[in-house]
């Protein structure tokens, strides 16, 4: 099979704010007027790598385009059912990270999966627009599956979750999807499904989407495998200095540098990774690179320098999280708001989607 990835439309998130500049500059009445879904699950409290890789767009776009955040609970219970109290218990983290890192429920409404009906009722009809065989096919289902020894013990809800994202990302009529590369199959999956509908409609019913991918490449975790609060190798957003410091010097640099004096290397380097993410200095990091894979410069100097920077970076994130978490009211008020006007949109979408199943209301 050719791979699904590549049939996708994509963006890159650079691509997408030079063209709103441009759009802004030039005529800005008709600048696009984009339509945003992205979406969490809420397994753990958000780290680094989501900061580098999907929050700091999030920030920037909002202001730009028509974003709403979905915290996805029912998706994350689909291979975590025995954990649901964790679930929820995230869902209130994951909510004052967004808010600490300057998410603006003015601009984005945020939105609980589990809150919206019309989602599993949507998810409902799509179902019979796809086959076994198609969600058997998918990637990222089956990498997730290997890596989670899933064999013949497969929650139905795990194999079918790209149905329900594709209920939730057309509920909103997104037209772009914030999403990593491991999402594309989602993507692809979403707009057959659109296609689909279209073709037993015999017109176009809903919009399809296009991927906006991070320009930025994925941040590793600080043993320079893929970054994951249960591998205990990220550094959450609510790291105290302690914390960040201690995973900082547990970073995995170069084996081969064994002395000061000693050339290294910078690829696989994670303290790198890290200073090229968030060192305001990057001309800076530029010559540290060049000096260590010269020789000289030692690990620890390097991680001492990393470790002022990123506590330097996270400590207002904390303040304002701290403040955050002592308002009783304001976790729960924002997601109703959110959810509230997220339904309207979702429940006129479903409206159409019945109507094309000739289900009229009784
Ligand atoms: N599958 C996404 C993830 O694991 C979460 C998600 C659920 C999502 N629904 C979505 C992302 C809708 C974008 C749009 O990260």
Redesign the pocket.
């Known amino acids: 099979m050719s791979e699904p990835a590549q049939l996708v439309p994509t963006l890159t998130i650079n691509e997408i704010v030079a063209a709103g500049q441009q759009m802004k500059i030039n005529d800005a009445s008709r600048s696009p007027p984009e339509t945003i879904?992205?979406?969490?699950?809420p397994t753990g409290p958000l780290h680094l790598g989501h900061y580098v890789g999907s929050l700091a767009n999030r920030v920037r776009l909002q202001r730009e385009h028509h974003q709403t955040i979905?915290i996805?609970d029912l998706?994350a219970l689909t291979d975590n059912a025995g954990r649901a109290a964790d679930v929820r218990h995230n869902v209130r983290e994951v909510m004052l990270d967004y808010l600490a890192v300057g998410i603006d429920p003015e601009l984005t409404p945020i939105a609980l999966?589990s809150a919206m009906p019309e989602l599993a009722e949507l998810t409902m009809l799509y179902l019979n627009l796809v086959t076994v065989a198609r969600l058997e096919r998918n990637p990222t289902v089956k990498a997730e599956i290997e890596l989670r020894g899933f064999s013949r013990d497969i929650p139905a809800g795990f194999l079918a979750?790209p149905v329900?994202?594709a209920a939730?990302?057309t509920a909103f009529r997104?037209t772009l999807?914030p999403?990593?590369e491991d999402?594309l199959p989602?993507i692809e999956q979403t707009n057959e499904i659109v296609r689909r509908l279209a073709h037993l409609a015999g017109r176009p019913v809903l919009p399809e989407c296009r991927a906006l991918l991070s320009a930025t490449t994925r941040l590793p975790g600080i043993d320079g495998r893929k970054a994951s609060k249960s591998l205990g190798n990220a550094i959450s957003l609510s790291a105290p200095d302690d914390e960040i410091r201690r995973l900082v010097h547990a970073m995995f640099t170069d084996p081969g540098h064994v002395r000061a004096s000693d050339p290294g290397r910078v690829e696989d380097n994670v303290v790198f990774a890290y200073l090229r993410a968030f060192d305001p200095d990057q001309q800076a990091v530029a010559e540290l690179e060049a000096h260590y894979r010269r020789g000289g410069l030692g690990d620890a100097a390097l991680k001492e320098r990393l470790t002022h920077i990123l506590q330097t970076f996270l400590a207002p994130i904390r303040e304002r999280r701290a403040l955050y978490a002592q308002d009783r009211d304001i976790v729960r008020d924002v997601l109703r708001d959110g959810t509230k006007a997220s339904r309207s949109t979702a429940s006129a979408v479903l409206e159409e989607v019945r109507d094309v199943f000739s289900l009229g209301s009784l």
Do not use: W
């Not at 879904?37 to 699950?41: A, C, E, H, I, Q």
């Open positions: 879904l992205t979406g969490d699950r979905l996805a998706q999966q979750y329900s994202q939730d990302i997104a999807v999403v990593g999402q989602m």
